[in-house]
């Protein structure tokens, strides 16, 4: 079969695909247990965002590790989705270059690890794969050329640069004065075929690179080609500074570090008993936002030269938590409360407890309560909230007249709350 052919027909094949996956709401999923440590961003930069502008040199790097000693065959594709993550009404040539799927060769195996593990690598856009236009874009990943078969999915942007952000950071009015923060923003549209600016342009803010409490806006206010997004709808909890623990070294118990126990053929890690802090002063710690990043020290190449611990984490409540449950959070966790990060209740010790396999490096982390029946958690339950925590707000901005096919994403900002 000529490369031709085999492109068309894998080309119709995924649209086959993924016409039946319409509704479906893309969201960063690890599909097996036994994956660890996915991340996504800008090549080079290993605390960014996975945001690139179109047509540009940006690239971004998918890491990600597979505990066990066989290799697997790992293909990847990506579906382009509206504002809301659901694949948008476009087949895969209408928003990409290249085949419709391409296999992941770049992986190694670890080096004197007590965890065995292949360490996976993917950097693209790539001669095989690129983006054609901006939007919402869902990186999937999955085993031997069968979509059924998932393994991961990260999201990505792509964006264009047709508008600036003029964004600040304000004390809100009213009962969250003090624990809240209000993000007000102005955008200015260079789009010369813009008529309806209140139904064709629409904002998306985000606390943190978080997708669970992004609020959608429409302006206030449109002075010809500004929108003033000034408005008591763009007020977050503000939340805390992350905790954090180092487990970049096994051989000195860093802050935080309660206990280092081998227990062979693995290391365990014990993290001093933690408290709730919904009660407690405001105290600034220079945290990294709840993100965290694999470091090994002496490490020759540390994405397969580090480790994985088990994290033994404890926070001590004198009675279980009626309707709802409590979840280690963050960046580690994917941002998402599931059966992998719930704390469970020690009736024994009067202690919410966890264990986590992790790799080391620097870690952040909190505790949030999610009620029964909601989606998003509470971080203020256990963390407290304060207007004065650092943090970072990201705005997207979406286009789409009425007789657009999707949405392009037009213009992107970011401001942190302390740091110009």
Request: aromatic letters at 16%; charged letters at 25%.
């Amino acid at each position: 079969m000529n490369t031709s052919l085999k492109a068309i027909l894998l080309t119709g094949f995924f649209c086959f695909q993924f016409l039946s996956s319409y509704s479906m709401v893309y969201r960063d999923t690890v599909y097996r247990d036994n994956i660890k440590t996915v991340q996504l961003y800008k090549s080079g930069w290993e605390m960014s965002q996975p945001i690139i502008l179109l047509k540009s040199d940006d690239k971004l790097e998918l890491g990600f590790d597979e505990i066990g000693d066989k290799a697997m065959r790992y293909f990847y594709t990506i579906v382009h989705c509206n504002i809301d993550w659901v694949a948008s009404n476009l087949k895969p040539e209408d928003y990409s270059d290249g085949l419709s799927e391409n296999q992941i060769t770049d992986y190694a195996f670890s080096v004197n690890t007590t965890v065995g593990y292949i360490h996976y690598k993917l950097e693209f856009p790539n001669e095989n794969k690129h983006p054609s236009i901006s939007g919402n874009y869902a990186l999937v990943v999955y085993e031997n050329s069968d979509p059924n078969k998932l393994v991961l999915i990260k999201r990505f942007y792509v964006y264009e640069s047709l508008t600036s952000i003029d964004m600040t950071i304000n004390k809100p009015m009213g009962e969250f004065s003090e624990s809240g923060q209000e993000v007000d923003f102005k955008i200015t549209c260079n789009l010369p075929e813009l008529n309806d600016p209140m139904n064709e342009i629409r904002a998306v803010v985000s606390q943190n690179f978080r997708s669970d409490n992004a609020k959608t806006l429409n302006p206030l206010f449109i002075n010809d080609n500004v929108l003033d997004y000034s408005q008591d709808a763009d007020v977050f909890m503000a939340g805390n500074e992350f905790r954090n623990f180092d487990i970049k070294n096994v051989k000195y118990q860093s802050m935080f570090i309660k206990k280092i126990d081998y227990q062979p053929p693995y290391y365990h890690i014990y993290l001093y008993p933690s408290e709730d802090r919904s009660n407690k002063k405001y105290f600034f710690d220079d945290d990294i936002n709840g993100k965290y990043y694999i470091a090994m020290d002496d490490a020759v190449n540390k994405q397969t030269d580090a480790d994985y611990f088990y994290v033994h984490f404890s926070l001590p409540y004198d009675v279980p938590v009626m309707d709802g449950n409590l979840y280690v959070y963050g960046a580690l966790t994917d941002w998402t409360c599931n059966t992998k990060n719930k704390m469970a209740y020690n009736f024994n010790t009067k202690t919410y407890e966890l264990v986590l396999l992790l790799k080391q490096g620097y870690y952040n982390y909190e505790y949030v309560f999610l009620e029964k029946g909601k989606k998003s958690p509470d971080q203020g339950f256990m963390e407290g909230d304060h207007f004065e925590t650092e943090n970072d707000y990201y705005v997207f901005v979406y286009y789409s007249p009425a007789t657009a096919r999707y949405q392009r994403l037009v213009g992107y900002s970011a401001i942190n709350t302390i740091k110009k």
